[in-house]
């Protein structure tokens, strides 16, 4: 239900030029131990995903006495005084930083519940969603590589560039990677899935497994070697108030991008991979995965043009190839996208919360028809997603929101005996998907997961190795 609201205005402060020459991977290894961290960070100058944003969270959505009845509240009804339409200006001054759960799409509209009542497990605890508010934040321009300290720069903590080079990164360990279903229980479900397919009941389900290992040390650590192995448009990591939780992501993907002030909506669904050594020309004549990409968009259209001004909804781009990640000598560690870019104009009185409700969870890690792909995999998936396939990102003070699809994303539910964020020890989980459609073949798409967690696989076999030497 979309409720038309009148937006609050809250004033911005001006933004705080800082002369710093750091990456954001060094702000974050220079983070004090002991506070939680939320970090949304671009691994690309790419002007779609320029910017990095560096925060302390100080609160969750859900504490204290302000909580909210709505859990979408906090992503709605925020414009500033001084809200930024220059795109060479800050995107974030204070706000709600995290991530909604796959789940969360069950709330929104309950009818993509299983038929038969049944829903995978939630064994690790998750909740459907967790915003943190951060007043103030570090926020990086990969454009031109310049920093501000923009809203309260009280709320940070203070970070000494003439100490980052000399900082003791943590370490960690890994145990050894395992599937949740394990191989013959995803194949039979895949087979289900094509044999439903060609009954007519779906034309695509994007179906996932769940990979895990056990961890111990620091995730912040786990993260940056993630972020230097694939250079995400959209990474994040997203730590809880209390050590032992933390999202992972690097995703390339965008869910969506709104500004409250223009009221323009763009989404960048994704459908096509190829390693990054390959012929472009391969992905750019993929039959099968300019269909998937088609399909993708007109679900994308429709979800978006139930908030938007009635003709407002355009393909400004209908499928383009791009490179994420490696470039030159590093070619080989990046990887080739099929991307198109959608847009509209969100009416007057409607929030992100709004675009929440309508789209949540994308449609590229659905499927088609969206409700029937997902009871099919309420049905099949034996355990919950979590943080994969929802999605992270951020509601600004200013009215900007923009949040990721939540693929190639860990999360580690665990514990810190020494109460800082560097001594995390818990499960870890990283899951994988495929999408299947009616020529798909549950062997390939059983290698296909497991290709997606190629660069994950290297960094934790490579910190399981010293364990099993005992090292």
């Not at 191989?183 to 994007?206: H, K, L, M, P, T």
């Not at 929030?351 to 994308?362: G, L, N, S, Y």
């Not at 190639?408 to 989980?429: H, K, M, Q």
Request: charged fraction near 25%; charge should be negative.
């Amino acid at each position: 239900m979309m409720v038309a609201v009148r937006t609050r205005i809250v004033h911005i402060p001006e933004p705080i030029p800082l002369g710093w020459t750091l990456r954001p991977a060094d702000v974050i290894d220079a983070w004090p131990a002991d506070r939680p961290i939320c970090a949304l960070v671009s691994g690309s100058p790419a002007h779609e995903s320029r910017w990095s944003i560096i925060a302390a969270p100080v609160a969750a959505s859900d504490d204290g006495p302000g909580a909210h009845a709505d859990p979408l509240a906090p992503l709605g009804g925020a414009a500033g005084d001084a809200a930024p339409m220059d795109p060479d200006a800050p995107p974030f001054h204070g706000g709600w930083i995290g991530w909604l759960g796959y789940e969360l799409g069950r709330l929104i509209e309950p009818a993509a519940a299983a038929a038969d009542g049944r829903h995978p497990v939630n064994d690790r605890g998750w909740p459907a969603m967790r915003l943190l508010r951060c007043p103030g934040a570090y926020v990086h321009d990969a454009l031109s590589g310049r920093w501000w300290i923009t809203g309260d720069g009280s709320a940070l903590p203070a970070i000494d560039p003439a100490r980052v080079a000399v900082v003791d990164r943590g370490a960690f360990i890994a145990g050894a990677l395992r599937s949740a279903s394990g191989r013959e229980v995803y194949e039979r479900s895949v087979a289900d899935v094509i044999g439903r397919i060609g009954a007519g009941d779906v034309f695509q389900v994007n179906l996932s497994h769940r990979l895990s290992c056990e961890f111990a040390g620091s995730p912040r650590t786990l993260f940056g070697r993630l972020l230097e192995a694939t250079g995400a448009w959209r990474a994040a990591l997203i730590e809880d108030m209390a050590p032992g939780r933390a999202v992972l992501s690097v995703s390339p993907e965008l869910f969506f991008d709104f500004d409250a002030r223009s009221r323009r909506v763009v989404t960048r669904p994704i459908k096509g991979t190829r390693p990054g050594n390959a012929d472009p020309r391969e992905l750019i004549e993929s039959e099968k995965d300019a269909a998937e990409l088609v399909m993708i968009v007109d679900l994308m259209r429709n979800d978006i043009g139930r908030v938007c001004e009635p003709g407002s909804v355009r393909v400004d781009e209908a499928r383009t190839i791009e490179r994420h990640g490696g470039v030159g000598a590093l070619a080989d560690a990046g990887v080739l996208h099929g991307v198109a870019t959608v847009s509209g104009r969100v009416r007057e009185g409607l929030t992100a919360a709004d675009i929440v409700r309508a789209a949540f969870p994308a449609g590229s890690i659905t499927g088609a028809p969206k409700i029937k792909a997902m009871q099919i995999i309420e049905e099949l998936e034996p355990t919950a997603r979590g943080p994969y396939c929802g999605s992270v990102g951020f509601v600004s003070d200013c009215g900007r929101s923009v949040f990721n699809v939540a693929i190639r994303t860990g999360a580690i539910a665990g514990e810190s005996e020494s109460g800082l964020y560097d001594g995390v020890r818990g499960a870890l989980d990283y899951p994988v998907g495929a999408g299947i459609v009616a020529d798909s073949d549950p062997a390939m798409e059983w290698r296909e997961t497991l290709a997606k967690a190629a660069a994950f696989s290297r960094i934790v076999e490579a910190a399981a190795a010293p364990a099993r030497a005992g090292v």
